[in-house]
């Protein structure tokens, strides 16, 4: 069982930045990879980025072609962290934001996809105004 816990959220101005955080429990890296997700009111959850260790200090990062440039997803192995720095926020951005895993190979092949992640946080908000 993996558990995961988002944090970092919060209310920005539009322009400002934030960096989001989620803490897994045990070592996940090894096994899965991790991704973020967005879900906006009356929206469906959607792809934003996704990390994979590849050994060593060695990560593979991937993001939604749409959001590239603003987002970075980085991952701390020692400490079992996943980060999303979110940069020149914008109104749209508004949404609660989800940190989710699934079997590396998986992750790699269907990032997109959230049936393809096992296990989910539960999330945390991010509210930009203008």
């Known amino acids: 069982q993996v558990q995961l816990v988002e944090s970092g959220g919060g209310l920005v101005q539009a322009g400002g930045s934030l960096r989001l955080s989620c803490a897994a429990s045990?070592?996940?890296?090894?096994?899965?990879?991790m991704s973020w997700f967005r879900q906006a009111p009356g929206k469906e959850r959607e792809f934003v980025a996704a990390i994979s260790w590849g050994g060593g200090s060695v990560y593979y990062a991937y993001y939604a072609d749409s959001l590239k440039g603003r987002f970075t997803i980085s991952g701390d192995n020692a400490k079992n962290t996943v980060y999303l720095q979110i940069n020149s926020l914008k109104p749209e951005d508004t949404a609660v934001y989800y940190c989710?895993?699934?079997?590396?190979?998986?992750?790699?092949?269907?990032?997109?996809?959230?049936?393809?992640?096992?296990?989910w946080g539960q999330g945390t908000q991010v509210t930009v105004s203008s």
């Open positions: 045990g070592r996940t890296f090894s096994t899965y990879g």
């Open positions: 989710a895993a699934g079997r590396r190979d998986t992750v790699v092949a269907a990032r997109e996809h959230p049936a393809s992640y096992i296990y």
